[in-house]
T-cell receptor, first 118, second 109 residues
Framework: GAVVSQHPSWVICKSGTSVKIECRSL??????MFWYRQFPKQSLMLMAT?????????EQGVEKDKFLINHASLTLSTLTVTSAHPEDSSFYIC??????????????FGPGTRLTVL | GQNIDQPTEMTATEGAIVQINCTYQ??????LFWYQQHAGEAPTFLSY??LDGLEEKGRFSSFLSRSKGYSYLLLKELQMKDSASYLC??????????WGAGTKLIIKP
């Protein structure tokens, strides 16, 4: 299957700082990338959907000015958590999708980034 | 609205069979996915169904009934490593995945 990487795998930062997380599709071009957040013992929560070259679509309740998403190329999307606070501590997971004829539009997940804000 | 329901937790014995059910309501439907997620890790793909019927893949099988909005994941010959959360997700008319809360499967020796 297709491979998606995320960097960093984990990050610890001070409250008020900004953190950038990268999501890369390594062996395919992703027309759409998704950013999820997962709190302990809870399911995935979709934060936003980004299509290459256009603005991300944010889910209700997700602050677009706090969670900046850039999808500048077909293989790279970034999520920047601005002015992070302890309540932003979570497991952030990206996924990438290719839509093609006959494809069932599977989402390929990155390994996740664990963010801890002190 | 769109909704996915699956049991919160199930317990089974090593070597046995377990069936995890999932019911869904979505705006349009483009298939049903099952993912496995171990604690602290990202989900990994298990199966995809878009037509009615059973898809078998080794020890894991997945079933879909579109008319009933129902799917199940069947795990045979359970192994301790199968202890994980199993996520059901339905693809809606926009190919967006609507996720269930996940079923935590506990395997006992």
């Amino acid at each position: 299957g297709a491979v998606v990487s995320q960097h960093p795998s984990w990050v610890i930062c001070k409250s008020g700082t900004s953190v950038k997380i990268e999501c890369r599709s390594l062996d395919f071009q992703a027309t759409t990338m998704f950013w999820y957040r997962q709190f302990p013992k809870q399911s995935l929560m979709l934060m936003a959907t980004s299509n290459e070259g256009s603005k991300a679509t944010y889910e209700q309740g997700v602050e677009k000015d706090k969670f900046l998403i850039n999808h500048a190329s077909l293989t790279l999307s970034t999520l920047t958590v601005t002015s992070a606070h302890p309540e932003d501590s979570s497991f952030y997971i990206c996924s990438a999708r290719v839509i093609s004829g006959g494809d069932y539009n599977e989402q390929f997940f990155g390994p996740g980034t664990r963010l801890t804000v002190l | 609205g769109q909704n996915i329901d699956q049991p919160t937790e199930m317990t089974a014995t090593e070597g046995a069979i377990v069936q995890i059910n999932c019911t869904y309501q979505t705006s349009g439907f483009n298939g049903l996915f099952w993912y496995q997620q171990h604690a602290g890790e990202a989900p990994t793909f298990l199966s995809y169904n878009v037509l009615d019927g059973l898809e078998e893949k080794g020890r894991f099988s997945s079933f879909l009934s579109r008319s009933k909005g129902y799917s199940y994941l069947l795990l045979k010959e359970l192994q301790m490593k199968d202890s994980a959360s199993y996520l059901c997700a339905a693809s809606d008319s926009n190919y967006q995945l609507i996720w269930g809360a996940g079923t935590k499967l506990i395997i006992k020796p």
